[in-house]
């Protein structure tokens, strides 16, 4: 049985709500990283991690700094993290 005799279509699941297709990514990881950390305010591991849809902030954040990138960061004031501002090369 497939699932058109199954009364389903190309954009049902299996219980008749309609699947959710996202849009794909217009930039890339590192491409969102670099807008967050060229912005005035920087950008935090974890607004990187939101942001740029990663799991892991240190690794583009260092992929960035082998491009050339000048990255530095600035402990948060009362916090245990830091944020992160970054220039072109």
């Known amino acids: 049985m497939n699932w058109h005799e199954m009364g389903l279509s190309h ?8 699947i ?13 990283v670099a807008d967050l950390i ?3 305010k920087g950008a935090t591991s974890f607004q990187i991690i939101i942001g740029a ?12 700094k082998a491009q050339g990138w000048n ?3 600035v402990k948060v ?4 993290h830091h944020t992160y501002f970054g220039t072109k090369p």
Not at 53 to 64: C, F, I, N, Y
Request: net charge positive; aromatic share 4%; hydrophobic share 30%.
């Open 20 to 32: 959710k297709v996202k849009a794909p990514m217009e930039k890339t990881q590192i491409e969102c």
């Open 77 to 80: 004031e009362g916090k245990k």
């Open 38 to 40: 060229s912005r005035p």
């Open 53 to 64: 849809g990663t799991v892991s902030p240190h690794a583009r954040l260092a992929e960035l």
């Open 71 to 73: 990255i530095f960061k």
């Open 11 to 18: 954009n049902k699941n299996a219980f008749g709500g309609k």
